[in-house]
Every structure is written in C-alpha cells, then in structure tokens.
C-alpha cells in the first residue's frame, strides 16, 4: 500500500480519533461492503417481489412474503377503542383483531408478531396486548395491555416447516385460481 501503510492501519484508531469515532467509521465501511457484495444477489429477489405485490390485491400480501421466504411476519398496528364504547363491544373487537392475526399464522405457515401501541389517544385507548403466534396460530408470548413492553421470544424456525407439511395451507393455495377475483371490475 502507498505511504509504506498496510491494509489492517485502516481500522485502527487514528491519532486524535475517538473509539467511538472509529468504531462508527468501521460500521459504515463495513455496511456499503455488505451492500455492494449482497445487492446483486438480493436485486433480482427483491425486484420479482415486488411485481407479484403489484399483481396482488393487498389482503395476500402475507402469503406472498411467505411464498418469498420469511419466516416471521411482524403486523405493525395502532389499534384500540373509544373509551364510551362498552365492554362487550370492546371484547369483541380485541377477539377478532387476534383471531384476525392468528388466522395469518395459520394461513401461511408462518410465525406472526402482532404489535399493538399502548396508552389513550385523542379519546381512543389503545389496548397493547402485542403477541407473538407460532404457525398454528397458538400465543407463544403475549405482552401488557396496559404498559410499553419489550417481547424477546425465542421462535424454533423448524416448527413452520413441520406445521407446513402437516398443514399444507400454504402449499395447496391455487393462486393460479385468483386471476379473476384480483380484477377490479368483472365484466
């Protein structure tokens, strides 16, 4: 290398540099690397993605992340109730919101974290209760409704495969089937 330098001086701490300065220069470097390497391989994935999402009615869009590959899918939501509505009301809603997400986890063979905000809002309480499923939809971890928490839920990924092939919903979906129904108007 010119200066009489080797390569390894490059990620040393240099003269009136900070750790914390270096470390930051290391991170960055070392990320464009990891993108350079990694963005040819991941374009023509992330590009075949993205025309079948184009082709496909929003409400499949988890099916076809798990036909894509993943694993885990995290369902962000801000959703609750107004704080006039009565229990009975609210009991429902809550039930079908997880039914709702449990039926995602089920339907493609996939774990889901269902995430949900805590605390009120403009009138609106916001009812948390963020959970994570395993693919045949049971709770495995199930977080406050009332206070901010953190869930760290240790997922065993061998599970999907064995819930997938005895649970072959995702495998038998006929997408080929969907031509029609994903037209907006039918003559």
């Known amino acids: 290398m010119y200066g009489g330098g ?3 001086m490059v990620w040393t701490k240099m003269p009136g540099q900070t750790w914390l300065s270096a470390a ?4 960055g470097m070392w990320m464009m690397m990891m993108l350079a390497m990694m963005l040819p391989s991941l374009t023509p994935s992330l ?3 993205r ?9 499949r869009l988890g099916g076809l992340t ?11 939501t801000a959703i609750g109730w107004h704080r006039s509505e009565v ?9 079908a919101w997880e039914t709702v997400q449990r039926g995602h986890a089920i339907a493609n063979g996939v774990f889901v974290a269902a995430v949900n905000r805590v605390g009120v809002e403009d009138g609106l309480e916001f009812w948390g209760s963020t959970f994570v499923a395993d693919p045949f939809g049971e709770v ?10 953190i869930l ?32 907006r108007f039918r003559s």
């Open 47 to 49: 590009l075949s993605y």
């Open 87 to 95: 229990a009975d009301v609210r009991h429902r809603q809550h039930a």
């Open 140 to 149: 495995i971890a199930r977080a406050s409704s009332a206070a901010e928490e």
């Open 24 to 27: 930051a220069t290391f991170m």
């Open 51 to 59: 025309r079948a999402v184009r082709r496909q009615d929003r409400s």
């Open 6 to 8: 080797s390569m390894s």
């Open 66 to 76: 798990a036909l894509a590959g993943a694993q885990i899918i995290f369902y962000p």
């Open 152 to 183: 760290v839920v240790e997922c065993d990924l061998n599970k999907i495969e064995q819930t997938r092939r005895n649970w072959p919903f995702l495998r038998d979906r006929r997408i080929d089937a969907y031509g029609d129904l994903l037209r």
